[in-house]
């Protein structure tokens, strides 16, 4: 015992291992499970295991030892299933004191004699007349099932498999409100639902939406009865072919030819084999794939020879894929396949179990030429006072449609109509207590943000009073763990250091000006093998209303800003800016004049370096400063006065001397309630203090900044503040290993 779920993924993945798939557990990725379910033992009415069935060799065989011995080494648990089927089988077994204490006992000791983790029950039978009290008798064996397992080992898992509409109503052998206080999950086998949504047609195993059964109905029914931390969203790893009278969707399936399964591998095999005719096409209402073809009476190159149309309705990537996203809105426990092994050697479903669950850090960053992916002065109109509104990343702006795990964006608001905050976070998620950029009525303010996705590769927008235009420009991408190759986008984190300052060295730029700046070979920055690096761009002295945009050299200058001013304003925005092969970025200003302060804090490598080893872990925002009300140790930072933060440790930054410790750390630092101009520096603690600014401010504005910094060998960071008296506020958003 003592097992816990897998760091591999966020959310509970639950695999049934049938005794004939064990063959192929060396090709599982174990990593991306958390529960390993043996099918299993059958018990017999007198609550004695039979060992006359397969199952049975199967439970005595090397292919479980070694199934154990790797879900064990991955982290997972491993539960026997105890299964009996049919009413006159299960009914003394739940009836009958002795034999259901008979069926606990044989079950405890089979779960000590190979060290697992918790069971599984699958007993499947009816509403029966002929046999009363099945409903009670079922939750009063569950009961003292888990009662004397959880007394033996009380971190086992105990679970039960129950029926796509057992929470519709009160009636049947499952009654869920009642089996919820006694059980640690129930696993809904949210399949097999054509023969109850439409008897004698082909139709979807597990459809999203329609009909009287669908996945959909049935996790709104069970978070009726029980708590969303119980409940598995059970998935096919399977469909069913029949023989049709026709090819259209549907279609009725010929008299005295019952549907088979197909497992997805089969599925495959069938694609494979060059049937006639065949037609591919995705069922709108189910959210799930389905193909046709014909099978003639003679000569099938697929072996059939049936003589009629063929439907197939399955489950894919995609169809799964949208089933994860109801689990993760929801919020429920997690998934679960029937079964493992039905997909072969293909690692289509594996990849989506990573995608949709799995932990995706750390990552490495794809540097990409900026791209405006929402501007809602065009689409959607401003974002209301108290309101949510969800961004479409993936698929945008060079962005991949799967794979990406967090993303770098340049948020603006513009046109608030009332000083409000602005939060950029992961949609699906709670909204963080934390802010990304601060605004007052008339603004216009930009700062940059790394976001984990969220759902559907979205990420949400919270305004928090008046109403506000959102303009988000995409600048790179996080890869998800698995999904990463090479040295591309590993990061080398810098002590800040200067390598523009157009005060001293080339003048302002002008108005509709460029400005060629070479970066490699500067501030620590090598010379070669850089794509993109990590800067905070300054703007003093602007004599107009302008924005600043930077931009590989050589590229066409593109249509989004970083840096929103008005006359006479000393502003900074973070930002990471994409090189050009020689290394360099522009910088372009529209109006008037105004100067520009650049200081590098790290840099991505491209494909050609191996020297930056660093890669990105996204969390939830956490705050781990505010000297409003002490959190954090400090309160007022005064003229010339700095601080040393505790990082490490704290909002989720692993501690110093853990495993992945921490080089870098990604926050947000606000400053306010300020009472004089000043600027603020935050830098490694216990190195010399740089020449470089990462927040410039006046006297009572609110003004956030990104920073990417590195943390001093003690964990820390220092603050330093310039002139006057001024509150900090630091969000830690993520970090680099």
Excluded at 87 to 103: E, K, L, M, V
Excluded at 250 to 271: E, K, N, R
Excluded at 436 to 462: D, E, H, R, W
């Amino acid at each position: 015992m003592g097992f816990s779920a897998s760091g591999g993924v966020t959310r509970e993945v639950f695999g049934f291992a049938p005794y004939w798939a064990l063959s192929g557990n060396a090709n599982w990725s174990y990593n991306l499970l958390t529960t390993v379910a043996y099918f299993g033992l059958d018990i017999n009415a007198d609550g004695s295991i039979s060992t006359i069935t397969n199952s049975w060799t199967g439970w005595n065989s090397q292919d479980l030892v070694d199934t154990i011995n790797r879900a064990h080494a991955a982290g997972d648990r491993v539960v026997v299933v105890i299964k009996a089927f049919g009413d006159a089988n299960i009914y003394p077994i739940i009836t009958s004191p002795s034999a259901t204490q008979t069926a606990i006992t044989n079950t405890i000791n089979a779960i000590a004699s190979k060290n697992l983790d918790g069971v599984n029950v699958d007993f499947e039978g009816n509403e029966n007349p002929a046999y009363p009290n099945m409903q009670s008798g079922f939750t009063n064996f569950m009961t003292q099932l888990s009662a004397q397992v959880h007394q033996r080992w009380p971190s086992a898992m105990v679970s039960v498999d129950t029926y796509t509409g057992s929470a519709s109503w009160d009636n049947g052998v499952f009654k869920i409100d009642a089996l919820a206080p006694a059980v640690d999950a129930f696993f809904v086998m949210a399949y097999d639902m054509s023969f109850g949504n439409m008897s004698g047609q082909a139709g979807p195993t597990a459809p999203l939406n329609g009909w009287t059964y669908n996945d959909t109905t049935a996790v709104q029914q069970y978070l009726a009865k029980a708590p969303a931390s119980k409940i598995i969203l059970g998935v096919p790893y399977y469909g069913y072919k029949w023989s049709t009278t026709t090819n259209q969707p549907y279609g009725s399936a010929v008299p005295g030819t019952p549907a088979t399964a197909d497992t997805y591998q089969g599925v495959l095999d069938d694609f494979a084999c060059g049937p006639q005719q065949l037609a591919k096409a995705f069922d709108t209402t189910a959210q799930s794939p389905w193909a046709n073809w014909w099978s003639p009476p003679a000569g099938d190159p697929c072996d059939g020879n049936h003589g009629s149309w063929r439907e197939l309705y399955y489950d894919d990537a995609t169809s799964l894929g949208l089933k994860y996203d109801l689990v993760n809105t929801s919020n429920l426990r997690g998934t679960g396949m029937w079964a493992l092994g039905y997909d072969g050697t293909s690692q289509d479903l594996w990849k989506e179990l990573s995608i949709k669950f799995g932990s995706p850090w750390p990552g490495q960053y794809h540097a990409l030429a900026p791209s405006r992916i929402l501007d809602t002065r065009i689409n959607g109109g401003p974002v209301g006072a108290g309101q949510v509104r969800n961004a479409q990343v993936t698929g945008r702006g060079g962005v991949p449609d799967t794979g990406v795990a967090a993303v770098v964006l340049n948020v603006t608001v513009t046109d608030a109509t009332a000083g409000s905050y602005l939060t950029v976070y992961p949609a699906g998620v709670p909204r963080p207590v934390a802010s990304n950029l601060n605004v007052g009525q008339g603004q216009t303010v930009a700062n940059l943000a790394q976001v984990p996705l969220g759902i559907k590769g979205q990420v949400s927008l919270y305004n928090n009073a008046g109403s506000t235009d959102v303009i988000l420009d995409v600048q790179g991408w996080v890869s998800v763990v698995g999904l990463n190759s090479g040295t591309t986008g590993q990061y080398q984190a810098l002590p800040p250091s200067r390598i523009l300052d157009t005060r001293t060295t080339g003048g302002p730029l002008g108005a509709n000006q460029t400005r060629d700046l070479q970066v490699t070979g500067k501030g620590g920055v090598p010379a070669s093998g850089v794509a993109a690096v990590v800067v905070n761009l300054t703007v003093t002295n602007p004599t107009a209303s302008s924005y600043l945009t930077a931009f590989p050299t050589g590229s066409g200058r593109p249509i989004v800003s970083n840096l929103n001013y008005t006359g006479g304003q000393t502003l900074a925005n973070r930002a990471v800016i994409t090189l050009s092969a020689t290394g360099a970025a522009t910088l372009y200003n529209l109006a008037g004049t105004t100067d520009v302060v650049v200081d590098v804090g790290g840099w991505f490598s491209d494909a050609s370096t191996a020297v930056a080893t660093s890669m990105f872990t996204g969390l939830t925002p956490s705050r781990i400063l505010d000297t409003r009300t002490a959190l954090g140790g400090f309160g007022n930072l005064g003229t010339n006065d700095a601080i040393a933060v505790q990082v490490a440790g704290q909002g989720g930054v692993p501690a110093l001397n853990s495993s992945g410790q921490a080089t870098a750390v990604v926050i947000n630092v606000t400053v306010t309630g300020a009472t004089a101009a000043s600027y603020l520096t935050v830098y490694p603690d216990g190195t010399p203090r740089p020449l470089a600014s990462d927040v410039n401010f006046g006297p009572g504005t609110t003004v956030p900044n990104l920073a990417v910094v590195k943390l001093g060998a003690d964990g820390k960071l220092a603050v330093y503040n310039f002139a006057g008296g001024t509150n900090v506020i630091i969000d830690v958003l993520g970090w680099y290993n």
